[in-house]
C-alpha cells in the first residue's frame, strides 16, 4: 500500500513541476514578446511610407473633352412637332 501511496505522492509532484516549468516558459515567451507589436506596427508603417513614395500623385492619364452634339436643333424641331400635334 505504501508503494502505491508514493508512486500517488510521485505522480503529483511531477505534475506540479510540469505546471511551474510551463508557467516559467509563458513568462519568458512574454517578456521576450513584449515591445514586438510595437516594432511590428512601426514597420508597417515604414513599408507604407515606402510603397507611398513609389505612388506617383498626379495621374497620367488625360481626359478627352467631348464636343457638345449637333442634335440640339433637330431635338427642339421633334418638340415643336411633337407639341404641335398635341395641341392639334
Not at 508514493?6 to 516559467?24: M, S
Not at 513584449?34 to 513599408?47: R, S, T
Amino acid at each position: 500500500m505504501d508503494v502505491i501511496q508514493d508512486a500517488a505522492a510521485l505522480d503529483q509532484e511531477i505534475e506540479y513541476q510540469q505546471q511551474q516549468l510551463q508557467d516559467i516558459i509563458a513568462q519568458q515567451t512574454s517578456k521576450m514578446t513584449e515591445g514586438l507589436e510595437d516594432e511590428y506596427d512601426q514597420l508597417d508603417e515604414l513599408e507604407m511610407l515606402d510603397a507611398m513614395k513609389d505612388y506617383e500623385a498626379t495621374p497620367t492619364t488625360t481626359k478627352e473633352v467631348s464636343k457638345p452634339e449637333q442634335t440640339k436643333a433637330k431635338t427642339e424641331t421633334n418638340y415643336d412637332k411633337l407639341l404641335a400635334d398635341l395641341l392639334n
